[in-house]
């Protein structure tokens, strides 16, 4: 479906032909040969580098080479024509028709169009969200969230084999608080005065209700019990109690992981023992005293002997500890494990979608990916930045529930979950971004949710419209399909084609580059060409979809037909439901 790939096969088919008759030396590597749209469409619809990259291996002057390639080209029956560019690029014009051929394909394949092959089913795993499991998800969470669910589905669309991953962070000091704040909560619950929260324990009213759950189900079994006997059995409640939690929040997001893996699992497996064994085998540990960090000294740095492991022959900046003095794991130590675990069950590709507070922690760990899979694993971190929520341009800071940070479930329930996932996909993930609650629902072309949500309601009234207006033409996709398109002829119509056109690449290309954002970003951009074509209808009754010409008014449908399924197969990725009308 990918019309560039198309003409980039029929460009090095060209090239085959050349070396065949003997015009070209033969074996030329067209490697780097690429089909793009041009910069601008004043230069046509799409441009060729293949007589730049060649001309050198095929001792040609790249002009010269252009216009033998350009000359094979013009007579495509898809071709309008052809034209040798500056040093060497080839623009191609594409006829009418050929852009009509592109709207029956979006019509004929319905949502589906833009699905891809070119993931060629390769396992992928995305691990997104993964936060402590010590409360409800925050605003930034969802950002997180979003990334990693579109970028799952997208990669999906592209052809890969994609597993959706949350790895609990179970093994950390921090479940130990959560099983003590728990602890108090539980007392509370049996009609203990608890006062205030002490320092060092979370205050949230969401313990209140594992407390009372606790107590239900296991009376008064915990009072009076030293800390060593119930610490453990209360870790283990209170860590399902608040996964519960996080998954009905993420749940209301629309965000369904097929896989947790847990930390504490991990470690007591002796998986994280594997891993250190196996990097000491390859010599890649040993015991050392790390320089001071300049800055603030991060947690892990001991000014005494320590395990270490040589990060920096990997990419990394220093070399990491694995051990701390007391003997226990760091977090990286269990971080490794936890990815030389995906990569055997089977992960080459890991894509992991971390707060942008992580960021000084991707080269380790990828260091450490190198070093366990031998380089065979490939591993990208896609670091999302702050989320800023407003509320008519006013800083929003405290939840009602946790006390301290806005609740993801609060922000949902505010505005929809369709929004917050279209709104967290209006910047790229390492930007920072502004969540403005009362824009967020505006009915106003600024408001990107709005705009391309109004561009499919609109096409959707526009069938409305036509049953009752014009109930001799067939709307349903089999007898668009028959339709003549021979009466598409006006600039923005063709336009509007081009782009719907472009869907497939945008698909693969943000596969690809694990860029989820663009489809927003296209998406808006869609939406605009369509709302201009509907606006030029209203300033010019020719110009409208439905006219008395029932023959136009049947090819225009057939057009507004592709813009709706385009929109609703890049809201499908987005995770976002199509409206028929705005209320």
């Known amino acids: 479906m990918n019309l560039f790939r198309d003409f980039q096969y029929e460009i090095i088919k060209v090239i085959e032909d050349l070396e065949q008759e003997g015009l070209l030396p033969r074996g030329l590597d067209t490697a780097r040969v690429a089909c793009e749209p041009p910069r601008e469409a004043a230069y046509g619809d799409v ?48 006829a009418r028709t050929f852009w009509h051929g592109r709207l029956r394909d979006v019509v004929e394949a319905g949502t589906a169009y833009g699905d891809s092959t070119v993931g060629a089913g390769r396992e992928v795993n995305v691990e997104y969200v993964s936060a402590n499991p010590t409360g409800p998800m925050h605003v930034g969470h969802a950002r997180g969230a979003v990334v990693g669910d579109v970028l799952a589905a997208l990669l999906a669309k592209a052809g890969f084999d994609v597993t959706k991953e949350y790895y609990v962070n179970d093994a950390g000091a921090q479940v130990d608080v959560l099983a003590r704040s728990l602890h108090l909560r539980y007392r509370e619950a049996l009609g203990e005065t608890i006062g205030a929260v002490p320092e060092g324990l979370y205050p949230g009213e969401y313990l209140k209700e594992a407390g009372h759950a606790l107590a239900r189900r296991d009376g008064e079994k915990w009072l009076g019990e030293p800390e060593d006997v119930w610490l453990a059995p209360l870790r283990a409640f209170a860590i399902d109690a608040m996964m519960t939690m996080i998954c009905d929040d993420l749940a209301a997001l629309g965000v369904v992981h097929d896989v947790f893996s847990s930390e504490r699992a991990l470690v007591e497996s002796g998986r994280v023992d594997e891993a250190f064994r196996l990097l000491e085998d390859r010599g890649l540990i040993y015991t050392g005293v790390l320089d001071p960090p300049k800055g603030m ?22 070399d990491r500890p694995l051990r701390k003095s007391d003997g226990t794991w760091t977090y990286f130590a269990s971080d490794a494990a936890y990815h030389l675990d995906k990569f055997r069950r089977g992960f080459a590709i890991m894509i992991d979608v971390w707060g942008a507070d992580h960021g000084g922690y991707v080269k380790r760990v990828a260091a450490a990916v190198n070093a366990l899979t031998e380089g065979k694993g490939a591993l990208d971190v896609k670091l999302c930045q702050l989320v800023s929520l407003l509320d008519a341009g006013e800083p929003v800071k405290m939840s009602k529930r946790a006390g301290t940070f806005v609740t993801l479930k609060e922000v949902v329930d505010e505005v929809g979950k369709d929004v917050v996932r279209f709104i967290m ?159």
């Open 425 to 583: 996909l209006t910047r790229s993930n390492d930007a920072t971004l502004d969540f403005d609650l009362r824009k967020a629902v505006e009915q106003t072309r600024d408001n990107p949710v709005f705009y391309v949500q109004y561009a499919h309601a609109r096409a959707c009234s526009v069938f409305r419209n036509a049953a009752t207006e014009m109930p001799n033409i067939a709307t349903d996709d089999s007898s668009l399909l028959n339709v003549s398109l021979d009466s598409l002829t006006a600039v923005e119509e063709i336009d509007l084609i081009r782009l719907m056109a472009g869907w497939p690449r945008i698909v693969e290309g943000a596969a690809e580059a694990h860029e989820p954002h663009r489809i927003a970003y296209y998406l808006q951009e869609l939406a605009a060409a369509f709302h201009g074509l509907w606006n030029k209808g209203n300033a010019d009754s020719d110009a409208r979809f439905l006219v008395a010409d029932e023959a136009r008014a049947a090819a225009r449908l057939a057009l507004v037909r592709g813009l709706q399924l385009v929109i609703a197969s890049g809201l499908q990725v987005l995770g976002v439901k199509p409206v028929e009308e705005m209320h």
């Open 47 to 94: 441009t060729t580098n293949v007589a730049m990259v060649l001309a050198k291996p095929a001792q040609r002057n790249p002009r010269e080479l252009a216009a033998l390639v350009a000359e094979r080209l013009g007579i495509h029956h898809a071709v309008e024509k052809a034209i040798v560019a500056g040093p060497g690029f080839i623009n191609l014009t594409l």
């Open 297 to 318: 000294t991060p947690e892990d740095w001991e000014p005494r002997p320590q395990t270490l492991f040589r990060s920096t022959e990997f990419g990394d900046d220093v």
